[in-house]
T-cell receptor, first 113, second 113 residues
Framework: GNSVTQMEGPVTLSEEAFLTINCTYT??????LFWYVQYPGEGLQLLLK?????DKGSNKGFEATYRKETTSFHLEKGSVQVSDSAVYFC????????????FGSGTKLNVKP | SQTIHQWPATLVQPVGSPLSLECTVE??????LYWYRQAAGRGLQLLFY??????ISSEVPQNLSASRPQDRQFILSSKKLLLSDSGFYLC????????????FGEGSWLTVV
């Protein structure tokens, strides 16, 4: 079956540090992959996505590359800010039952000034 | 552009009381609609999804039900709330195609006391 696995949090970084949040998936075929961000008390917002292998999604300085060889979609940012503190969710859309999305458990990021 | 709204944003209900959360989507036709629950500090749990009026798929048997009386309206209900129903409820929508994105509402905080 489909599943998404994210690294455990919380992740605590100093401002301007490099960020990596690992995400690996299990799925049939090559589903669309997503990163969402959730700020305290709010719904999830789409951060970036990739719809096929080797695609790179990017937005607001965040990047993630769809790696079919390692079934991974790691989120990276070169220099984090305090305002990036949030919970980040990796997700995939089932390619064959595309009414269903699968989410990781979320990784909380704390950025200190 | 498409927008999604859900309400109420916050509610405190006694055990055994009924529940009704409502969600509407604007700017699109025949969307897939979803209800998720997020317990405090946890990931997302898919409760229900719907691909059309009157069509409801239940993912987890529990004390809740969902209805879709109109194309862009999705309602989450309970006849008698339990303490374990407390959480953050998120409505979401997507288009019915394999590469589409899922978009979330602002969320509703439910505390059962």
């Amino acid at each position: 079956g489909n599943s998404v696995t994210q690294m455990e949090g919380p992740v605590t970084l100093s401002e301007e540090a490099f960020l990596t949040i690992n995400c690996t998936y299990t799925a049939t075929g090559y589903p669309s992959l997503f990163w969402y961000v959730q700020y305290p008390g709010e719904g999830l917002q789409l951060l970036l996505k990739a719809t096929k292998a080797d695609d790179k999604g990017s937005n607001k300085g965040f990047e993630a590359t769809y790696r079919k060889e390692t079934t991974s979609f790691h989120l990276e940012k070169g220099s984090v800010q305090v305002s990036d503190s949030a919970v980040y969710f990796c997700a995939l859309r089932d390619l064959y039952n595309f009414n269903k999305f699968y989410f990781g458990s979320g990784t909380k990021l704390n950025v200190k000034p | 552009s498409q927008t999604i709204h859900q309400w109420p944003a916050t509610l405190v209900q006694p055990v055994g009381s009924p529940l009704s959360l409502e969600c509407t989507v604007e700017g699109t036709s025949n969307p897939n609609l979803y209800w998720y629950r997020q317990a405090a500090g946890r990931g997302l749990q898919l409760l229900f999804y719907s691909v059309g009026i009157g069509q409801i798929s239940s993912e987890v048997p529990q004390n809740l039900s969902a209805s879709r009386p109109q194309d862009r309206q999705f309602i989450l209900s309970s006849k008698k709330l339990l303490l374990s129903d407390s959480g953050f409820y998120l409505c979401a929508w997507s288009v019915g195609e394999p590469w589409g994105t899922i978009y979330f509402g602002e969320g509703s905080w439910l505390t059962v006391v």
